[in-house]
Structure formats: structure tokens, C-alpha cells
């Protein structure tokens, strides 16, 4: 008896010891990978010392982080469980790297921002956890979101409603493929559609695109099957474009509607393009192709004014197009989203394209079409930075511009603490002998946040937005970011307008509003609830005018 008392007690120390001496193991080689993570060198040092890439680690992180104990709770977990991940083989078919081949650090910050574009993912992360006799492991860390949408929304702007149902999947099996049914009743029509869109189809480059829809005024079809640039290094891309919808367009005038027209349209484009790419830090890309593009219209009332029927047109012109890129990008936070990472390209690019409609192609009509585009960015993302766009396209017939359009855009991005931002973007636009279905208007809808939607009307368009942003750390359920802006919009149109009117000068508005930002939820929805009050119009509007809305930006 005593002796197994004795035996009891050594083996119950015995075991004591072991545990003991694996928990001293277990710090001490917790210990030994902190240092040797702290003691990796940097990407520049890793790309300096032609470090070869060796193991290539995804890790997918679920929707919720159980190991944070707000979000370890039943209803979380069950989320998780019943979420389907990310497929592994998705996400690493856009890395643009390979285990053998050189790290570089440029191609590890473009996959991120590829990996980081995608809707079904919040984030990406790419770092070296490993590096011994020239070889660097590397670890991609990303986070799913949920992407099975039912959804009922109301949005309300320029004084109209708009009422969504819909139920979507945006990461089909996990695949990154996306599926949607939506119903949409709106002020122009109600509109059931499909769409099922694949960025990556067969896990690879190529982009699959079909939308079918069917509207109270008619229907509409869109193909798209196209490998695009992928990415700066990408040498060659091809596509084919197809869409065609019949629908009825209506002419607004000081928000009310003055005419209403039917328009069917047909568009076709196929495309190739070739690149040597990206050296010296610039990419150059040449593209050729064909589009077939036409329009017809047709009165539907007999009280319309009949300069306000846009004329048919059809055009069939070839077309050759050159594009170059300087490879400058930059990440921050708390810009146009809340907490999280954003990327922001502050690079020189300039887009052009010359194609020819003649008669001998099948066009009603000879014409040169033309297209330039350019940007760039000035600045730090981190502190203020000035981000330019500008483009200018249209036709040349019989010497004359027609349906030519200029515009420019400037947004302005200054950080006046950890969390308040000054944000002030100003456009404008001028047209020369616009078609009658394209002309310049502005309202609630599209930046007057103050006035009904489509109030003016003309040829030239000009708006400046003034905004002062809060990020709050607010975060309920950890599901929703918060944030607030206090804003003042002012801008006009002016010119030639079809419906005769003149221009009622510069209108004003101020507001404030508050922004929800979901976390968890696919897509890069900024939840807009907006209060403004018009400064300048007629008393016919309301002194009041309340906007929610979802847009992709703050």
C-alpha cells in the first residue's frame, strides 16, 4: 500500500515535470519565432539580397475573429459555420508571384491590391514570416465576408424613391463567382434582373459577365466575356462586349418631367491589346478593335416638343488606342471608407483613342471618334493629396464637333487629425453639340443633395462639394462602422437646353449626414443618411430634403 502511494506520487511528479518542461519548450520557442519574425529583414532588404521565394502559406480568416471575445458568441459562430470559405486555389490564382521565383516587392503590394479589389474579401495582407539561406516564406493572410445578401432596401434622393429586393451570393461555393435576383421599382421603371459575374473564371484571368433584365418599359441583355490588363506586367488582353435595351427615356425639366421618348440601342465592341510591360516603372499598352453602336428613337406622347427627339444614329468605325502608366500607388484608411485599407493610385496615365465611321462600314454617317483620357496624383495619401482626372471624347462630322464632351474632376483629401478629414472635390463639364439623350443635368441625384433630381439642365455643368468627415470608434456588434460629415454642395448648369428653359444660376446647399459602413457584409457600401436644407430655387421645393442612399465612398 505504501509502496503505491509512493509510486502514485512519483508518477503524478513525473507528469508534472513533463507538462512543466513542455509549457518552458512551448515560451521558449514562441520566443525563438518572435525574434526571428522581429529579426526578418525588410521587403526592400529581401528584394535587395535577390531572395528566392519559398513556401507560400493562405491563411483565410472566417467573417468572425472567435479569438476576440466580442465576437465569440453563438450567433457569430453559427455564421461562421455556415459561411463557406474562400476557396485556397482562388485566392492564390491572383498572386502575381510563384514559389522559385525571385520576391519582389512590387509584385507582393499589386497582389494585395488585387486580392484587396475583390467584394467577397475585407482585407489582405502579404509578409515574409520565414527566412533562412536566401529563401523567404511568405504568408497571405485575407478575411471573408458574408456574401449570401437577402435584401430589402429603401433609398430616397432628389426628392424620389427607390425600392430594392434582391437576394445575391458574392462568392458562389467559394469560388468568387457572383449571382443576384433583384427587383428594383424606381422613378424612371420596375426592373427584374439576373446577373452572374465571374472576375476569375475557371480560376483564371478572364472575366465572365451576364445580365438579363426586364422592365416595365422594356428589357435589356449584357454579355461580357473579356481578359483584361490584369495586371502592370500583363502583355496581352481581349474581349467582346454585347449589349442591347429597349427602354423609355424622359426629359426633366426643373425636376418635373417635360417629354418622353422610346430608345432601343444595340452595343458591340471587340478588342485586343498588347503590352511589353512594365519597365522603368511605366507600362505602355496598345489596343485595337471594332464597335458597333447604335441608337433609335421614337416619340411615345403626342405633347412632346419635337426638338426634344434625339435623331438615330448608327456607327461602325475600327479604332486603335494607346494608353501609358506610371506605376505609383499608395494605401491609407479613414479617406472614403472607415477603418480600412484603402488604395489610391497617384500615378501619371494617359488614355487615347482615334477610330473612323465611314458609310462604306455600314454607319449613316462619316466620323471620327476620338477619346483622351489622363490623371495623376499629387501629394501624400497619408497627410493631404490632390488626385486629378480629366477626358475629353466626342465625333468630328463634317468638320465640326459633335457630341464632344470635356471633363475635369479634382478631389482633395486633407487630414486634420487621427480622426477628422477635410475632404473638398470640384467637376465640371462642358459640352458642344451634345445628342439630345446625353445632356448635362444636376440635382439631388447626382451631388445637389439640396434640390429635386435632374433640376437644371444644359450644356456646361460645374459643382463644388465641401465636406468635413468624422470617424468615430464607434463600432455596435462590431458589424457597422460609424462616422458623421457636415457638407455644403454648390453648382449650376448652364447653355444650350433642349426644353428651352435658361439657367437659373448657382444653387446652394448645406447638410449633414451620418455614414453606417458594414464590416461584415460583401461589397464596399458607405449607408448614407443625409439632411439638407436648400439655400437658393423657387418655393416649390421643400425646405428640407432627406437622402439615404448607399454609395461606394464616405
Do not use: C
Request: no cysteine; charged share 25%.
Amino acid at each position: 500500500m505504501h509502496d503505491s502511494r509512493i509510486a502514485a506520487i512519483s508518477q503524478k511528479n513525473h507528469r508534472g515535470s513533463w507538462l512543466t518542461g513542455l509549457l518552458i519548450f512551448s515560451m521558449l520557442a514562441t520566443e525563438v519565432r518572435a525574434e526571428a519574425a522581429a529579426g526578418l529583414p525588410s521587403a526592400r532588404e529581401l528584394a535587395s539580397a535577390g531572395a528566392v521565394i519559398g513556401d507560400i502559406r493562405i491563411v483565410r480568416q472566417n467573417v468572425f475573429d472567435l479569438s476576440i471575445p466580442e465576437e465569440n458568441n453563438a450567433l457569430y459562430r453559427l455564421a461562421n459555420r455556415l459561411h463557406m470559405q474562400t476557396r485556397e486555389s482562388v485566392i492564390r490564382q491572383q498572386l502575381l508571384f510563384k514559389p522559385g521565383e525571385v520576391y519582389s516587392e512590387r509584385l507582393v503590394d499589386e497582389s494585395e491590391r488585387l486580392l484587396r479589389r475583390n467584394i467577397y474579401l475585407y482585407d489582405a495582407r502579404i509578409r515574409p514570416v520565414r527566412y533562412v539561406g536566401g529563401v523567404v516564406d511568405l504568408e497571405v493572410t485575407t478575411r471573408d465576408v458574408w456574401t449570401l445578401m437577402p435584401g430589402f432596401s429603401v433609398s430616397r434622393k432628389g426628392g424620389e424613391n427607390r425600392t430594392r429586393f434582391s437576394i445575391s451570393e458574392n462568392n458562389l461555393l467559394g469560388s468568387g463567382a457572383r449571382v443576384k435576383l433583384a427587383y428594383i421599382d424606381d422613378v424612371d421603371r420596375e426592373s427584374t434582373s439576373f446577373e452572374y459575374a465571374d472576375n476569375n473564371l475557371g480560376e483564371s484571368w478572364t472575366a465572365l459577365q451576364v445580365f438579363v433584365a426586364d422592365n416595365s418599359d422594356g428589357d435589356s441583355q449584357l454579355l461580357r466575356l473579356v481578359r483584361p490588363f490584369f495586371a502592370l506586367d500583363s502583355r496581352w488582353s481581349g474581349g467582346l462586349e454585347v449589349f442591347d435595351s429597349d427602354s423609355e427615356t424622359r426629359f426633366y425639366e426643373l425636376g418635373e418631367e417635360v417629354a418622353e421618348y422610346r430608345e432601343s440601342s444595340r452595343y458591340l465592341n471587340g478588342f485586343g491589346g498588347v503590352s511589353s510591360g512594365l519597365k522603368n516603372g511605366w507600362v505602355r499598352r496598345y489596343t485595337a478593335g471594332v464597335t458597333i453602336d447604335e441608337h433609335r428613337f421614337l416619340n411615345t406622347t403626342d405633347q412632346m416638343l419635337p426638338q426634344l427627339l434625339p435623331a438615330d444614329r448608327e456607327l461602325v468605325y475600327p479604332w486603335l488606342g494607346v494608353e501609358l502608366i506610371e506605376d505609383r500607388f499608395e494605401t491609407s484608411s479613414n479617406r472614403d471608407q472607415i477603418d480600412r485599407t484603402e488604395d489610391f493610385y497617384l500615378g501619371q496615365r494617359l488614355a487615347a483613342r482615334l477610330g473612323y465611321a465611314g458609310s462604306t462600314l455600314g454607319s449613316d454617317r462619316d466620323a471620327l471618334m476620338f477619346n483622351v483620357a489622363a490623371s495623376r496624383g499629387f501629394g501624400d495619401m497619408g497627410k493631404k493629396a490632390l488626385l486629378l482626372r480629366s477626358s475629353v471624347d466626342g465625333r468630328v462630322e463634317h468638320g465640326s464637333l459633335v457630341n464632344a464632351l470635356w471633363h475635369v474632376n479634382a478631389r482633395y483629401y486633407r487630414q486634420t487629425s487621427e480622426k477628422h478629414l477635410a475632404f473638398m472635390t470640384l467637376s465640371a463639364s462642358i459640352g458642344r453639340n451634345l445628342d439630345l439623350d446625353n445632356p448635362l443635368m444636376l440635382g439631388g441625384d447626382n451631388g445637389l443633395r439640396g434640390y429635386p433630381l435632374r433640376y437644371q439642365i444644359g450644356d456646361k455643368r460645374a459643382l463644388l462639394t465641401l465636406e468635413y468627415r468624422y470617424f468615430t470608434d464607434w463600432y455596435p456588434f462590431r458589424l457597422v462602422r460609424v462616422g458623421g460629415a457636415v457638407f455644403a454642395d454648390a453648382g449650376r448648369t448652364w447653355g444650350d437646353n433642349p426644353a428651352g428653359g435658361g439657367s437659373i444660376g448657382l444653387l446652394k446647399d448645406v447638410g449633414f449626414g451620418l455614414r453606417l459602413v458594414p464590416t461584415r457584409a460583401s461589397g464596399r457600401e458607405v449607408i448614407h443618411f443625409d439632411i439638407a436644407f436648400p439655400l437658393d430655387g423657387d418655393r416649390s421645393i421643400d425646405s428640407v430634403q432627406i437622402l439615404l442612399e448607399s454609395k461606394t465612398s464616405f
